[in-house]
């Protein structure tokens, strides 16, 4: 098992920011891309953001300029960086990690999700 660990959403104003970070533990021999995603109620989970081990990133157009996601290889860790958040932006945030195991298993893993609400 490897679990992912999320934290830092909230409840924000218009305009405001927020940090989340997320953090695998466990049998990890190597992550490969980590990423987020977003699911608002009533809509299919969405691309925000992704990173690769070489730290090449992928952004949804929505959040280009707004978000910045970033990593901590030693930590296996991934951050996103949201700033000027929106109304829009509310939605139930998901980690996920494309992960290479101990026992050589390469799997997709996923957090539990974290609640980010913006007002307006």
């Known amino acids: 098992q490897v679990p992912l660990v999320e934290s830092g959403g909230g409840l924000v104003q218009a305009g405001g920011s927020l940090r989340l970070t997320c953090a695998a533990s466990?049998?990890?021999?190597?992550?490969?891309?980590m990423g987020w995603y977003r699911q608002a109620p009533g809509n299919q989970r969405e691309l925000v953001a992704t990173?690769?081990?070489?730290?090449?990133?992928n952004y949804a157009d929505s959040v280009k300029g707004r978000f910045t996601i970033s990593r901590d290889n030693a930590k296996n860790t991934v951050y996103l960086q949201m700033n000027s958040l929106k109304p829009e932006d509310t939605a139930v945030y998901y980690c996920?990690?494309?992960?290479?195991?101990?026992?050589?298993?390469?799997?997709?893993?996923w957090g539990q999700g974290t609640q980010v609400t913006v007002s307006s």
């Open positions: 990173i690769t081990s070489r730290d090449s990133t």
């Open positions: 996920n990690a494309n992960l290479r195991t101990i026992t050589n298993l390469r799997i997709d893993v």
């Open positions: 466990g049998s990890i021999s190597s992550i490969n891309a």
